[in-house]
């Protein structure tokens, strides 16, 4: 799920390049419980309303078993509870858009 329509597309898109089939819906499905394996996010802890309604959500579905991994560039309001890392990453960015060339990045399993 996304509310954004480019990243909807970004994700058909790289779903057709994988030779993969992927649902993408425009439904708001925070708070929703779900009998999914794993939840991928990216970049969401970026506003502290939208933050803390991630932080419960991704907690109640960690406590139902499923694996929720949040990708995080460093972003103001990225809870320091409940998360242990499991990668960083350097990566290459737009100067325009970002503070620096490269953007280290954390992949986190929320506990």
């Known amino acids: 799920a996304d509310i954004d329509p480019w990243a909807r597309t970004a994700v058909r ?4 390049l ?12 925070i ?7 794993v ?3 990216g970049d969401v802890f970026y506003e502290s309303d939208f933050a803390r309604a ?11 078993g499923c694996l929720v ?5 460093g972003r103001s309001y990225r809870p320091t509870e409940h998360l242990e890392p499991l990668a960083t990453y350097e ?3 737009t100067r325009i858009l970002e503070d620096s060339e490269v ?5 986190w399993k929320f506990l």
């Open 13 to 16: 898109l790289n779903a057709a």
């Open 18 to 29: 994988n030779d993969v089939s992927v649902d993408c819906t425009t439904e708001d499905l």
């Open 31 to 37: 708070g929703r419980s779900f009998d999914v394996d």
């Open 39 to 41: 939840i991928l996010a």
């Open 54 to 64: 991630l932080v419960t959500w991704f907690a109640d579905m960690a406590k139902e």
């Open 69 to 73: 991994l949040v990708g995080d560039p």
């Open 91 to 93: 990566v290459p960015v």
């Open 103 to 107: 953007k280290k990045t954390t992949v």
